[in-house]
Structure formats: structure tokens, C-alpha cells
């Protein structure tokens, strides 16, 4: 996307002084489309196609934030009774003249508006451009632009949440205090340089020392935080793994409330894995159905049961499923499930595991309690019927640490913010150890310098030595 590339020169010079439009709406027929354009050319160009049924005016005129009512024309030939919504600059989200026409959602309407602004001048607009232009006209930062995209993207409580409180600044109104004071230190100490004959500082080393522990202490905070926010983000993997026909196909009907994946008498029905996703307390969970464990000479089969092994692998949680019932008729099976159960901890140690007792509708209540005393960590249920599957979904929701998030907490979920943040930790550690050793001013100055322009590559903030000079030149008087 756009803000992922990396900006090596004056982001003013990307911007392009010309009118573009598209469709904010999702493509498709609906009950409403919207168009919007923005540019220079925006309140003449809806002038030109525009008629009022309250008055003759031109919407250049009227007052920002307002709404229209009429007919976009083509001549003679009216195409459509519209809402228009105009913004004016600087008050819009790109910070330009903007126009939103609410169209009735006939394709055919919304293909002949698009055609006729363009044939009167506007140009297309590319993927992301209008968030681009709100960035270059300061109006988003680069987080707070990403932050758009994660929104939209947004599949559960969790994720929205983080994604409007990056949008509407999160944690880069902070990094940018905290490099706003770097940068000052930054320009003191190029300063010192400037001076070095008559061997003056300028950047007071005690001052420097408290500001860097604090940015370290704030990173440090941020960088921890991406495991949390990652899962806010992504959701969480989760693997239903057990023999055949113990139920793992039943559970995942029972949790996602639909009838997704086959279930069937025939031990070996599911060959391959099967997946959705559904939000469990704000949080989203991604349910991964595989092929069930056993010995077999099936060659699809083995394969299935292999990536079984490989989503195990990728999962953070996996839910291991019994079949109560036969346990209880089969003996042997007992043993040969807490041996399997064992074997997978021992291989996945690091995944957070869910026993569960399955199919417990069919047992009695004395047989149950018998079975809960072998296997007592085990949650009971039976997915057929759908008992225990409140509890599950509490367990599931308490291990993964999931809580509420509240509007002060700081979440990184971005994995470039996270991939800067940790190269900005290097930078300010080896300054931290600099300033302890004593070290020349031009030695700092490198470190602080990769420490500034990895800051600015989460925010946008990329031109170092632009910014170094510009502070110089406002703060000290040079020459006098």
C-alpha cells in the first residue's frame, strides 16, 4: 500500500495538484453508493452537473459541512436525484475541496456518474490516495493513515478498538514529543559541532541521559505490546485436533453456528483442514478443523493427518477433543489418549492447550464423574447438543489474556512500527552506553540520528536533516 513505501525525498513533492474521484462505497449494487471527489477542481466540476430543487446556487458558495438536494445532469438528460455533501478545505478529510454525491446503488448509475466527472476532468483515483493526500496535507500522520486501512479491515471489538485509537493519534502524539525533545539534544549537539575549535556543549549530557531512559522505558513498552495487539489484529489460530470421529468437525459447526464442515459416521471424513472465524469476547479467533490422528494407508488421508501436525504448528491454542463415550466402551483407549495427550504437550511446549471431554450426552452420570477423575483437567461437553460450549469460549477468552482495553493503553499492532521500534531500541541503547563512556559529540550524533529517523518512519517524519536545520536556525542565532 501507499504509506509502505519508503519516502527518501520531500513528501511535498508527491502530491499532485488535480481533481480525482471514485467510488467510497464498496463495488456492487446497494441500496446507495457514494462518489467523492477531491481536489481543486471539485466545487466547479460538481457546479457544471449539479441542479438544486431548493434554489439556483453554485456550491462554491454555500457553507461547508452541508447538504444538498437535486439532480446530477448530463446537459439535458437528468441521470440521478442526489445528495451532495460539501467540505471545504482545510475542514475535509484530505484537507482539500471535497464533494460526496449519495447516488441511488444502480450499477449503472454509479458507472455513468464515475464516467461523466472524469469526462469533465477529474481523474481516477488510485488505491489509497485519498488517505494519501489527507497525509500529505497534514492531515493523518503515517500511523494514524495505516490505522484507516486496519479499520476498514476490522473483524472484531478488539481489533476496531485499536485501530480508532491508532487512528485518532495512539501512541505517535507521544513518540512525537519524545523525538521532538531528541531532535532538540540532535540539533544542540550538531551545533557543538559546528563550534568544536572553541571546544563549548551546548547539549547538557544529564539532561540527554534522563530523556533517553525515558524513550527507552517508552519503546520498550510499545515493542511488548505487539504480541498483544498482533492477536487483537490477526486473531488468534486455534487447531481442533483429536482421532476420528471424536467430534472436532461437530465443535466447529457448534462454535461457528453454521453447518461448515461435514460430519459424518465414517472415521476419516475430513482430509483436509477446514477453517473460519468467529469473535469470542471483542476478540477474533480463527478455528482450524484438521484431519483427525491416526494410523492409516490412505495416502490422502496421511497427508491430511500430516498438516493436522502443521497447523499444530502455526496454532497458538490447540483443543485436543476425547470421545467420552468411547473411552468408556473401549479399554486400552484410556491409556493410548493420555499417552497421545502427552506426546503433543511434550512436542508443542510452548502452545496453551484445551482437554476436552466430548460426547458426554451419552454417558451416565456416574460414568461421567469416573471419567472426570482420569482426565480431571478436561473441559466436559457435547458439541452435538451444544452443552459446555459457554464455558469453553470463557476459557478460551481467559487464556489468551484478553481484557478490555481501555482508551489510554498504547497497543502496536502494526508489524513496521514494531520492525522500527526495535531498530530505534538498538539506536538508543548504544546512545545510552555513548553517554555513559563519554563519548565525542559526532560519535552521539549517529546514533541519535538513526534513533530520530526510525521515529519518523512510524509517523512519516523522515527528512532528519531538514528538520535538524530548521531547528538550528529557529532556536539559536547563528553568526550574531
Known sequence: MFFQKPCLINISSLYQPDTIIALTTPPGQGAVAILRLSGVDAFQLIDKHFTSFAK???????????????????????????????????????????VEINCHGSLFIQRRLLNLFIKSG?????????????????????????????????????????????????????????????????????????FSEEDVEFAERKQLTVLIAQLLQK???????FQLGNVYKNGIPVAIVGAPNVGKSTLLNALLNEEKAIV?????????????????????????????????????????????????????????????????????????????????KEAYPDKKQILLLNKTDLLAKEALQDLQQDFPEALVLSAKNKNGLDILTRVLADMTEIHQLNSAQSIVSNARHF???????????????????????????????????????????????????????ANFCVGK
Open 419 to 473: 520492525e522500527a521500534l526495535n531498530t530505534t531500541y538498538e539506536a538508543l541503547a548504544e546512545v545510552k552506553q555513548g553517554l555513559a563512556s563519554g563519548i565525542s559529540g559526532d560519535l552521539l550524533s549517529i546514533d541519535i540520528r538513526e534513533s530520530l529517523r526510525q521515529l519518523g518512519k512510524i509517523t512519516g517524519d523522515f527528512e532528519v536533516d531538514r528538520d535538524l536545520l530548521g531547528n538550528i536556525f
Open 56 to 98: 439556483k446556487i453554485s456550491l462554491k458558495d454555500v457553507a461547508s459541512h452541508s447538504l444538498h438536494f437535486g439532480n446530477i445532469i448530463d446537459g439535458d438528460q437528468i441521470i440521478d436525484e442526489v445528495l451532495v455533501a460539501i467540505f471545504k478545505n482545510p475542514t475535509s478529510y484530505t484537507g482539500e475541496d471535497v
Open 264 to 344: 459424518s459416521a465414517i472415521a476419516g471424513t475430513t482430509r483436509d483442514a477446514i477453517e473460519d472465524e468467529i469473535s469470542i469476547h471483542g476478540v477474533a479467533f480463527r478455528f482450524i478443523d484438521t484431519a483427525g490422528i491416526r494410523h492409516t494407508d490412505d495416502t490422502i488421508e496421511s497427508i491430511g493427518i500430516q498438516r493436522t501436525y502443521e497447523n499444530m504448528e502455526k496454532a497458538q491454542l490447540i483443543l485436543y477433543i476425547l470421545d467420552a463415550n468411547e473411552i468408556r466402551e473401549k479399554s486400552g483407549l484410556k491409556e493410548q489418549n493420555k499417552q497421545e495427550i502427552n506426546r503433543i
Open 219 to 225: 519503546i520498550k513498552q510499545l515493542i511488548e505490546s
Open 122 to 194: 477529474a481523474r481516477q483515483a488510485e488505491g489509497g490516495e485519498f488517505t494519501l493526500r489527507a497525509f500529505l496535507n497534514g492531515k493523518l500522520d503515517l500511523s494514524q493513515a495505516e490505522a484507516v486501512a486496519d479499520l476498514i479491515e476490522s473483524k472484531s471489538a478488539a481489533a476496531h478498538q485499536v485501530a480508532l485509537q491508532q487512528m485518532r493519534g495512539g501512541y505517535s502524539k507521544d513518540l512525537k514529543d519524545l523525538r521532538q525533545k531528541l531532535l532538540d539534544f540532535a540539533s544542540l549537539i550538531e551545533l557543538e559541532l559546528d
